[in-house]
Nanobody
Framework: QVQLVESGGGLVQAGGSLRLSCAAS???????MAWYRQAPGKQRELVAL???????HYANFVKDRFTISRDNAAGTVTLQMSSLKPEDTGLYYC?????????WGQGTQVTVSS
């Protein structure tokens, strides 16, 4: 069974850093993986994605601040977040598409105070 478990969220001051991790199981770890986020009252939006070879794509609003990486042997995806802003606050989700189905983690909360 496909399962994604996020960790690493928390409360941080503006300008600080957090490192989010996603542990994946239930599938061969060769798929594109992604991080999304959703703030209250807003649509869920793509933050970053990474393919099996390590090539990454970032949303413009996080480029040069966030870095996505993966460890295929460990089955993990990481989002290193730096220079955090209050507008980065939200619930962050790990995502994978497997056999044409979408799978999401439970989310981890990131709160950035001013």
């Amino acid at each position: 069974q496909v399962q994604l478990v996020e960790s690493g969220g928390g409360l941080v001051q503006a300008g600080g850093s957090l490192r989010l991790s996603c542990a994946a199981s239930g599938f061969i770890f060769i798929n594109d993986m992604a991080w999304y986020r959703q703030a209250p009252g807003k649509q869920r939006e793509l933050v970053a994605l990474i393919n099996r070879s390590g090539s990454a794509h970032y949303a413009n609003f996080v480029k040069d601040r966030f870095t996505i990486s993966r460890d295929n042997a460990a089955g993990t995806v990481t989002l290193q977040m730096s220079s955090l802003k209050p507008e980065d606050t939200g619930l962050y989700y790990c995502y994978v598409q497997h056999y044409r189905s979408d799978y999401w983690g439970q989310g981890t909360q990131v709160t950035v105070s001013s």
